[in-house]
T-cell receptor, first 114, second 113 residues
Framework: ETGVTQSPTHLIKTRGQQVTLRCSSQ?????VSWYQQALGQGPQFIFQ???????GRGNFPPRFSGLQFPNYSSELNVNALELDDSALYLC?????????????FGEGSRLTVL | GENVEQHPSTLSVQEGDSAVIKCTYS??????FPWYKQELGKGPQLIID?????GEKKDQRIAVTLNKTAKHFSLHITETQPEDSAVYFC????????????FGSGTRLSIRP
């Protein structure tokens, strides 16, 4: 059974640029959630996708957007990057949608915005 | 507002001793309380969870207790070992979005040899 994989593992961007982060969910999981984890803090919910539809969103501006594909893999896109977007971005897949099931996290994509 | 508060932020215990981490939550309707462990360079991993219909759950050296009246829950690790060193996060579902899990700010646990 393949776990959650994310790419790239590290990347550096400058303010104003755009970034796309990718996530392959664990086999059999149809739900993907994205989290932002700033240094020394807990993960903050960005949004969740269930069967290719957004299924809930946290307090993030519209420049944070996502997609889920028919194979349940997912992308997180961030436009007009700001310095505060520097963080570890975590993808988590789950067997059930909603917020009451186990989340299986990838190792994250560390984004640095200069 | 919705919030999960976690204490302490850092904890150092002697190997073999017990460690306790506490969390409080704001939404009385919350019914699922997971605990995640995050090792350096890795994503969080679920170590134990509890649902609101029970007051305690154990899994070997790890236990979680839940007090719904006081809206707090705790993680207990007994007979700590070096591999228990990590950052631990409590979490609870959000009242504002059914898909949203709110994480605490984390506890960095260090086990002294």
């Amino acid at each position: 059974e393949t776990g959650v994989t994310q790419s790239p593992t590290h990347l550096i961007k400058t303010r104003g640029q755009q970034v796309t982060l990718r996530c392959s969910s664990q086999s059999g999981h149809n739900t993907v959630s994205w989290y932002q984890q700033a240094l020394g803090q807990g993960p903050q919910f960005i949004f969740q996708y269930y069967r290719e539809e957004e299924n809930g969103r946290g307090n993030f501006p519209p420049r944070f957007s996502g997609l889920q594909f028919p194979n349940y893999s997912s992308e997180l896109n961030v436009n007009a990057l700001e310095l505060d977007d520097s963080a570890l971005y975590l993808c988590a897949s789950s067997l059930v949608s909603g917020g009451t099931g186990e989340l299986f996290f990838g190792e994250g994509s560390r984004l640095t915005v200069l | 507002g919705e919030n999960v508060e976690q204490h302490p932020s850092t904890l150092s215990v002697q190997e073999g001793d017990s460690a306790v981490i506490k969390c409080t939550y704001s939404d009385s309707a919350s019914n699922y309380f997971p605990w995640y462990k995050q090792e350096l360079g890795k994503g969080p991993q679920l170590i134990i969870d509890i649902r609101s219909n029970v007051g305690e759950k154990k899994d070997q050296r790890i236990a979680v207790t839940l007090n719904k009246t006081a809206k707090h829950f705790s993680l207990h690790i007994t007979e700590t070992q070096p591999e228990d060193s990590a950052v631990y996060f409590c979490a609870a579902p959000s009242w504002s979005s059914a898909s949203k899990i709110i994480f605490g700010s984390g506890t960095r646990l260090s086990i002294r040899p």
